[in-house]
């Protein structure tokens, strides 16, 4: 336990937690008991694009693959993909890569338009989606502008011996509903649970890496947090001038915040 | 189960998706007697020692490339779930590429052999009969002795997919007391180009590592850094660091290569170049800092040799690299070569200069042309040049671990017969004078029977009917042999041609010891350990060849005294034991075990620059810009004007001996194939291609692509070719050809196609007549003295083929 830590959190986050992260948010209102507010940041001048994340991703939340007959289709399913982004064409082209994660919106158009309550936000901010409730309808996949839902199409396929590898901590998803990131949520009870148990508070150091795809980057690019807490990793490269959200004019204020890549200069 | 307790147990799948989400709790924890709720999977042998939902942490190391990062495996009632880096390693810190991470595929691989069997069927038939490893073993046992009492022991073919470490040592101590020659890696066809520079100029046979974490510049040389390098998670993470650690400062990457990769777009700056002609390119920016006077003159003079002009002990003239540089490259003729433009090679020459400490380096890829060497040797040479070597910020010559080799196993005079013999591969011998193994010249040999025959192969960690150009010789060239034998723990085109199969342990089942593929310089050694029963009836390859070399008997038998592969490797692990400075000082074999089971390795980190009697074990002591071994080996070939000619080697005389460059050699005229190939192995790829794993499959971009051949082009070039993305396409080769799914890239070169390695079809088919993976359509070229694969001189053509 850290006292000073705890002022700081106690006192600071009002003032400047809140200032760093746009004006208007609830959590001044509650400066006592301040939640979490969990959010991402990806460094697109460290990503090299191996796609260790996207990887990591599948295998910690038994993400099905979709084999040669989906995929085709586009029926694949990434809660963490990589988007790559041509512009111009050789000799003069160039090349961006994104991993894009579910971009935990604090203004998800995806909540308001599901007709059954299956998709939510929670009090930490993470927008989460339950598969018994969703009838499928479709609408969420339809109006998150990030295109970061995907509908299962099928029942999950495993070959019967690869069933050995999924993780018993998350539950397989029928066919007929809607999946998506969840931060890790199951990786986030743990470490709380740990800690609660340790009887000690949580810091920065035990979520920086703590979702699947932060954890295995290579190029540590992408990085895990509390925005509500003005001294964590996030909230720092968060207000790094290389900041940015995407499609930021359209009001969704996504918590995933990426960092421009930089080219060297003479 | 009735069919309506068979929809009841759906249906509680469906909640628990439920309770999952909304509580936001494990599922671990709930579990009854009898459990309504679990998954429906299948037995695996362990589970006994585990509780209910009991999960034990495991220490390890990777196996999916070279790299050998270390690993900590999640496994929950006896099945490994979650594979992550682990902190402890230097090499990864907890990070883990994605090959690394889907391991788990390949060890619940469904298509994996169950325990040995033996063809049942004609060759290359894919049927298979069980037997047992007693009953195997004996037979093969039985044959290689038979093979070596008629004093035929030169025509057992070890193909040996592990490029260092143990195991390689260990069917090296085969070779040796058995008496064969033949004991051939894959390196011709990797890394053999920046192999054989560093075996000529630094008289060490390794791959160079570097001071990554303290330079000031990086020049790629169609490095692909960012994708299938082995030292790729290493240089990520350093590269990572380079740009974004140090306020104020950034180090600049620059990378060089025909096709704008991956690497190229994450690089600082890319530099289009015309394909196979890095060499030019490296010479004509060594011109530009020879002419400046730019090179580190100190270092020049005292660690370099062949840099000036000079006269050998018979009183001979010799020509320097100073002279051959500023005579023969001047940037304008470079520019002409390379399509670099003559303003940018200067610039690129100060730059280096400027911000040195600088690293030159190229990939295998790069350096796999047929004037490979001369390539791998330019590259280099700018190292020395720039004076970057040995010294922080450069590159650093690989200090091996520790440990003792076996005690002696001196061949009898059979096996000293057969070890005398020219290999198969012509690799040393007047054939490929400069090469250390030439795995693509082999069916060639074995289909001529010269310049003697094939008694059997062994195929360990190889499968060269895929991987290799001409996938079908391969196949040919295996029904010429008598005995095939294959480790292959999953079927491929090459075990399809096999008489038994011994399946391997995959990493995550085996003990092992390995070593790392040089990345940080100081030495590494990373530990296996298994950390879940093994799933099958298999053994450890390491296991399997020490009980066939006591079926062979006699002098090989007793070669071979350890009960298990296990001991063996422990006996060499003494060594480690009470090294100061290092990560673990142990006392005894226990503790360092110990210490090992923890940090996934062992590694001594202290590490001292400038050690030059290290990193020079040339002839002269020193760097050599002109390679006396070189030299040696070229003197020592008949007739050695007649065989350049035949080969149409331009260079004569000094020139071979100094880094220089020829002319690229395509396959394929310009008029009837006017596309080159650039072949290329992408971040999935790993030796032999990782195309059964499902994961990994999925990563391709474009996505829609995933699980297909797919050939890239130029927007404008698609266009002509009246080709859409998703179309399908027949790609032709002197060499072959396949049908390939169109991708649009527009980073693509005009006149390029790209076709990313090792993509091939699966499950393979032993009645597939074109097992192709992109190698098919290579042409089998190579440097013509070193034996370095091609992987840049392949023209094609392009033709749209209906949707069937």
Redesign the interface.
Known sequence: MNPTRRDVLKTVVAAVGAAALGAGEALAAEPAKKKRKWGMTI?L????????C???C???NNVP????DQ????R?I?WMD?L?I??????E?????LPTPCNHCENPPCVKVCPVGATFQ?EEGIV??????CIGCRYCTTACPYSRRYFNWSDPVW????????????????KG?VEKC?FC??RI??VQEKAKVEGRELEDGDFR?LPACA???????IMFGDMNDPDSTVSELGRSPRAFRLLEDLGTRPKVVFLRE????E | MKKQEKQNTARRDFLRGALAAAGGFALAGCRQTEDPYALNRPAVPGTAGYGTHQEKWFSSACSQCWAGCGIRVRVVEGRAVRIDGNVAHPINRGTLGPKGQSGLQVLYHPDRFKGPVRRDGPRGSGKWTPVSWDTAIGEIGKTLQDIRSRGESRGVLLLDGEPRGMMRDLWSRFATVYGTPNHVDHRAASDGGKLLAMAYMHGVPEIPAYDWNSTGYVLGFGASLFESWCQSIHFMRSSSALRRNMPGKRVKFVQISPRHSTTASRADEWVDINPATYGALALGLSHVIVRDGLCDQEFVKDHTFGFEDWTDAAGKKHRGYKDLLLTDYPPEKVSKITGVSKKTIERLARELVDHRPAIALADGGAAAATNGLGTAMSIHALNALLGNIERPGGMVVQRPAPYAPWPDAGPDEGAKKGLASERLDGSGASRLPLAHGCIQALPDAILAGAPYAAQAAFLYRSNPAFSKPGGKRWTEAFQKIPLVVSFSPLPDESTFQADFVLPDRTYLERWEVVEPVPSVGHPIVSFRQPVVEPLYDTRATGDVLIQIAKAVGGPVGDAFPWDTWRKAVEERLQSLLNVEDSSIVAGKLSDLRKGMEKDSGWWSPGFKFEQWADAFRTPSGKFEFYSQEIARKLAAVPDLERELTARGVVTRGDDLCLPHWELPRFSGSAAEFPFTVAAYRGIEYAEGGSRHVPWLREISLPRRDAWKQRVELHPDDAKELKLAAGDTARVETPAGSARMSVAIIPGMRRGMIGIPLGQGKWPPKPDDTDPSGGYALLANAMDPLAGILTLQETRARITREKRT
Not at chain 1, 262 to 265: D, E, R, S, V, Y
């Open positions: 460094d001048d460290r990503c090299t694009a191996c796609q260790a996207v990887v990591a599948k295998s910690e693959c979709a084999g040669p995929m085709p289709l586009d694949g990434y990589m790559a041509h512009e111009g064409s050789h000799p082209g160039r090349s961006q890569y929670s989460g989606q339950i598969w018994a409730r070959p019967e011996e690869m069933k050995n590898h999924l993780n018993p901590d998350v539950a397989t998803r029928p509903v969840t949520h199951q009870r743990a890496k954890q295995t980057c290579p190029a540590e690019a930089a080219k060297w200069k």
